[in-house]
Structures are given as structure tokens and as C-alpha cells.
């Protein structure tokens, strides 16, 4: 009984994939001609549905009343016989058990076309459900044995077996269609997309490979059908089943470039930027590339912060010498990320910032004057004034680079964003908002220009006019960047959620007093100015920033403790307020990063996820969870 049940299902199963293969765009169109059915009376409910008999078979056949539809579907098939007719009226009769009947309309459709398979596979079907099992493998056997040279049978049998759900006499077929054809065509990718519906994905990735193999022109098929299975990998099952293919495969056959090609486009589309760079320093030494996988797997890498990747890869630019093309810039980047993996950490050692500007210094010795160092230059200038001290020497090196003939507009105006940095880190206020301004009314719909004017704002913000900075603020809410967005959310909230009950701004001020103290690298006065705003107020909503912004100086001073135990207090006390989310995330990172306590961090990001589920750290929580617990790449 239970056997029959399967097979039931099985069928009905089967009727879905014939729907959707033969049936949906007639269905789609019948639906959207269909009219609102409207509410029937008592005496109405037996009458037949409107339409032509085509529509009332199928709504014979949806509402499963299949006698009703047979009758239907067989007039229709005498009228105008085809397949599309002929898949609902087999599918209607054998449901009825008019096995005799479909036989009947089988065999005589096989007298038709002799030479279509299909039928022969229709009728091992009829038997099948008949209970007559092993005479329905006898005739699927036949129509085998009988299987030609001719690829188009193949493709008609294969494609027979799979919508009556035998998968793996589709196999069988395509395998010996291989032979047939002495391998003129190996039938590859219709294989994989049989094993991939039976959930066999090691033999898919065979399949596929192995169409590589018979020419490399398939690779961006390949690629494109490995992405969409690996898409829709939940459990990155099949990621692990398809690397330890490819790789073993790419090692056996070192000389195989099509296996490192796509080796290099896998590792890329996984992050894996440790198996990308040596593929792409293979790829670059076999095919003589000059470097140009190296330079365009170093920007990724930057843009994911894994910079020990990008260093290396413009390492071994640099290491071909001035005769190739990409080493000026690759030199250039060489340095300039060096500055990005310094400054990355919260307390940058003062010995490595020296090494680092003497190397900016040696850069610029030959080439300052090449409005392609302008990147150089800004960094040089920003760490001389917030990290050295050397804030004059600073000035007099963007005052230069922005009048560098030949610069472009845009770098131009980030050598002046970057002077009013350093303008407003001296407290030389005026000048700053100047040329924050001046860069605002250049660009004033490109990012640049909203990045001049969220700093100008922040300039309002640390000097006390909080009405003037919050007006700017919530005009780039609508930002395009999104990062310049959400810290004008931010700082809009500040403002307009620190106003003291009787609408002064004491708290507030002390606050940003503060914040200005810290920007300036006077971390010890900022913590005084800081420490000291809880006593004046029983309760104020300045308070959680007052946390907040002890927990960054803490870690800007190395205190990582001292800063991990601030960020989780203010999740403690403000659980529900905005900074809480925020708060969780930081501590994370530092449990993960300067303390190195792993554990520790997996469950910080484990409680943002299960209580924070709307927050914008969403992504990344989920994303450095799953890394810290050791899951492939995704």
C-alpha cells in the first residue's frame, strides 16, 4: 500500500514537471485572461465554468476531476493532435486506470513516428503504474538497446526518461550517447544537470570539468553554472565538494591551464585570498600578464582589509622591475597600503609611522612633482600632523600638492579636505570651514562634496552651533554614500536626543567639547572633560555617548580591556537606546582583534545577531561569526 502511495506521489510529482516543461505558457496566458469569478447563487453553483473547452479541460484537470478532463483532452487531441494535448490526456487516463485505453493511444502514436523514443518510454511508464514493473524496465532496456548515433534521439530519450522522473536511465542514456557519437559531443553539461537534480553534485563537478577538457571555450559556461548551484549552497556543502575537486585535479594536472583559470575566478568569487594570489602568481609567470591579476586582487583585497594579501601582490609587481608596466603604480600602492594596515590599528606603534613616512619621503624624492602621487602625498601629510607632531610640515606639503600642476579636480579637492583636516586638528577653525566650503560648492552632487560638507558640519558640532550643524546633517540623511548617511543619522540623533529637559545644551556642549579634545590626540583632557559630565546629571541622554566615546579612547590608548568592559556596559545599561548595537559590534571586533579572544568574540556576535536582527552590523556580524567558527568562505 505504501508502494502505491509512492508511486502516487511520484506521479503527481512528475505531472508538475510536465506542467511546467509543456503547460506554463498556455496556463500563464489562460489566467491572465480569466475573468474575477464572481460570487455564485445557490442554484448557479452546479453550472459549467465559462470559457472554451480548452480552459474547462485544465480546470477539469487542476481541480483533479480527471475522467471530466479525459474526455475533454481526448476530443481536443482528435481535433488537433500534439504533444501538448497528448502529455494531459496520458497523464488523465492513466489516472483513471484506463490503462488499456492509454496503451492503445500509445502504440498508435509510435506507428506514427516509428523513430521517437519517447513513446516506447510513455509506455514502460503505463506499465510501471499498472504495477507491472519489471515489464516497464523491460521495455526502458529496449528503448536503450535500440538507442542510435543520432544526437537528437539521445536528447529525445534522455529528455523522456527525466520527465517521467528516471534519472538514472537519463544517465545511462547520455553515457552510452557518448559512445554512440565516438565522443563528438560528450554530453556534459546535460549529465551534470541530471546529477544535479539527484542531488549528486560530485559527479556534476566532474561533468563539468571535464567539459573543460574537451575545449576551453566552455570555462565561462562552467563558471556560470558552478555560480548558480554555489548560490544556493546553504550548507556549503557543495563549496567544500567542488574545491577538493578542483584542487586535486589542478594539482595532478599542473599544466592544465583551464583548471588554474578557473581556479583563479573560484578563489575570487569566495574570497579566498590566500588561494587567489597564488593563482594569480602562477597564471601571471605562465602567461606573461605583466602583473594585472595581481593589481586588480590587490584592490579587493584592500577593500576586504586583508592587507598583508595586497602588500604581496604589489610586492612581487615591484620584484619584476621599472620594465613592467604596472610597477610606478604597484610601488606607489606599496606604500600607500602599508599606511592602510598602520593606521587600521587603534594605537599605531610611533616606530612603524616613522618607517612609514620615511618611505613615503624616499617615494616622493624623484617623483613629487607627478600628480600621480598625490594619493602619496596626503597620506605623508596625515601622518606627520595627526601621528608625529610635524603638523606645519603637513601644511606646507598639501599647500604644494594641491597647486601641482596637472592634478585632477577631484584630487585636488581631497588635498583640501585633507589640509582642512589637519586646519582644524591646529584649531585654525576659520581656514577649515573655508576650504570644506570651497570643496562643498565644486562637487556639490558628488560624494566628495557630501563628505566636505558632513566634516563642516562636524566643525558646527565641536564649536557649540548644534542648530546649524544639525540642519546640515539632516539634509545629507539622503546622502548617496551610505556611510556618510548613516553618520549624519547619527550625529542628527545626537543633537537632537541631548537637548536637557529645559532645552539648554550643557551636557551636549561638555560632549563635543570632548569629542573635538579627543580629535585632537589630547586623549587625557578629553577623558577629564568626559568623566566629569555623569556627576552634573541624575539621568541625561548624553550619557550613553559619554560611554560610547570612553570605550574609543580607551582602545585609541591601547586600554583594550578597560575599552571592551565600556562597550559592554553600555549594552548593559542601554540595551534598547541606539548605540547598543554598535557598542556590541565594537567589542566584538576587539575581542576578536587586540584581545584575541575568540571565543569570546563568536559570542558577542552571536548575541547581536539573536537580539539585533534589524541592526546594519547585521552582514558582518554574520560574516566574521561563521569565519571565527570556521566555515569555508562563502
Not at 540623533?493 to 569629542?515: C, H, K, Q
Amino acid at each position: 500500500m505504501s508502494l502505491y502511495r509512492n508511486q502516487i506521489s511520484n506521479f503527481k510529482f512528475q505531472i508538475s514537471i510536465v506542467l511546467i516543461l509543456f503547460c506554463l505558457p498556455l496556463l500563464t496566458t489562460a489566467q491572465e485572461q480569466k475573468p474575477a469569478t464572481p460570487k455564485l447563487l445557490p442554484f448557479q453553483q452546479d453550472a459549467p465554468k465559462p470559457g472554451n473547452e480548452e480552459q474547462l479541460a485544465l480546470q477539469f484537470y487542476q481541480d483533479q476531476d480527471f475522467a471530466k478532463a479525459s474526455e475533454l483532452f481526448e476530443q481536443l487531441y482528435e481535433q488537433k493532435p500534439s504533444l501538448y494535448y497528448y502529455q494531459y490526456l496520458v497523464f488523465s487516463l492513466v489516472e483513471i486506470k484506463e490503462y488499456n485505453k492509454v496503451e492503445k493511444l500509445i502504440k498508435k502514436c509510435q506507428r506514427a513516428e516509428p523513430e521517437s523514443s519517447r513513446y516506447a518510454v510513455d509506455l514502460g511508464y503505463v506499465n510501471y503504474r499498472s504495477g507491472n514493473t519489471e515489464k516497464a524496465k523491460k521495455i526502458y532496456e529496449e528503448a536503450l538497446k535500440k538507442l542510435g548515433s543520432n544526437q537528437q534521439q539521445i536528447f529525445d530519450l534522455a529528455n523522456a526518461f527525466i520527465i517521467r522522473g528516471e534519472n538514472d536511465y537519463a544517465i545511462r542514456t547520455y553515457l552510452k550517447g557518448r559512445q554512440l557519437v565516438n565522443n563528438a559531443y560528450p554530453f556534459g553539461f546535460e549529465l551534470a544537470s541530471v546529477y544535479e537534480r539527484m542531488g549528486d553534485f560530485k559527479n556534476a563537478t566532474e561533468e563539468y570539468l571535464n567539459m573543460l577538457d574537451v575545449n576551453k571555450a566552455y570555462l565561462n559556461t562552467v563558471q556560470d553554472r558552478i555560480q548558480m548551484t554555489l548560490a544556493y549552497d546553504v550548507n556549503n556543502e557543495k563549496n567544500q565538494i567542488f574545491r577538493k575537486i578542483l584542487l586535486s585535479r589542478s594539482q595532478k594536472n599542473p599544466d592544465n591551464t583551464n583548471y588554474a583559470e578557473l581556479l583563479w575566478w573560484y578563489s575570487i568569487q569566495q574570497q579566498d585570498f590566500d588561494l587567489a594570489l597564488l593563482q594569480a602568481k602562477a597564471l601571471d609567470r605562465r602567461f606573461r600578464e605583466n602583473g594585472e591579476k595581481l593589481v586588480s586582487l590587490a584592490s579587493l583585497a584592500i577593500s576586504n582589509e586583508k592587507y598583508d594579501v595586497a602588500i604581496d601582490c604589489y610586492q612581487y609587481i615591484v620584484s619584476k622591475g621599472a620594465g613592467c608596466s604596472y610597477y610606478k603604480l604597484a610601488r606607489r600602492e606599496l606604500a600607500n597600503t602599508r599606511y592602510l594596515q598602520t593606521i587600521s590599528e587603534p594605537s599605531p606603534a610611533k616606530k612603524q609611522l616613522e618607517i612609514l613616512e620615511k618611505e613615503f619621503t624616499e617615494e616622493l624624492t624623484n617623483n613629487e612633482d607627478d600628480p600621480e602621487n598625490i594619493s602619496v602625498i596626503q597620506n605623508l601629510a596625515h601622518i606627520k600632523a595627526f601621528y608625529l607632531g610635524k603638523s606645519e610640515e603637513a601644511i606646507v606639503l598639501l599647500d604644494r600638492a594641491k597647486d601641482m600642476p596637472g592634478v585632477a579636480p577631484a584630487d585636488r579637492a581631497k588635498c583640501k579636505i585633507e589640509l582642512a583636516d589637519i586646519l582644524l586638528f591646529t584649531d585654525d577653525v576659520w581656514e577649515a570651514t573655508l576650504l570644506y566650503q570651497q570643496v562643498y560648492m565644486d562637487f556639490k552632487s558628488d560624494v566628495l562634496g557630501q563628505e566636505a560638507k558632513f566634516k563642516n558640519a562636524k566643525l558646527s558640532f565641536y564649536i557649540g552651533e548644534f542648530g546649524w550643524a544639525k540642519a546640515q546633517v539632516d539634509i545629507l540623511k539622503a546622502a548617496t554614500s551610505k556611510f556618510i548617511s548613516n553618520d549624519a543619522i547619527a550625529l542628527s540623533l545626537l543633537i537632537s536626543e541631548s537637548y536637557d529637559p529645559d532645552s539648554n545644551t550643557v551636557g551636549l556642549g561638555m560632549f563635543a567639547r570632548a569629542d573635538l579634545l579627543d580629535y585632537r590626540n589630547e586623549e587625557n583632557l578629553a577623558l577629564q572633560t568626559l568623566d566629569s559630565i555623569p556627576g552634573m546629571f541624575g539621568y541625561h541622554p548624553i550619557l550613553q555617548q559619554v560611554l560610547y566615546k570612553r570605550a574609543e579612547i580607551n582602545r585609541k590608548q591601547g586600554r583594550y580591556a578597560e575599552s571592551d568592559s565600556l562597550f559592554q556596559l553600555l549594552v548593559k545599561e542601554y540595551p534598547d537606546e541606539v548605540l547598543a548595537d554598535e557598542a556590541l559590534m565594537q567589542a566584538a571586533i576587539l575581542n576578536e582583534k587586540q584581545l584575541k579572544n575568540r571565543e569570546k568574540a563568536m559570542a558577542l556576535y552571536q548575541v547581536l545577531l539573536d537580539n539585533y536582527p534589524g541592526s546594519i552590523y547585521i552582514p558582518d556580524a554574520r560574516k566574521k561569526f561563521r569565519m571565527l567558527r570556521g566555515d569555508p568562505s562563502q
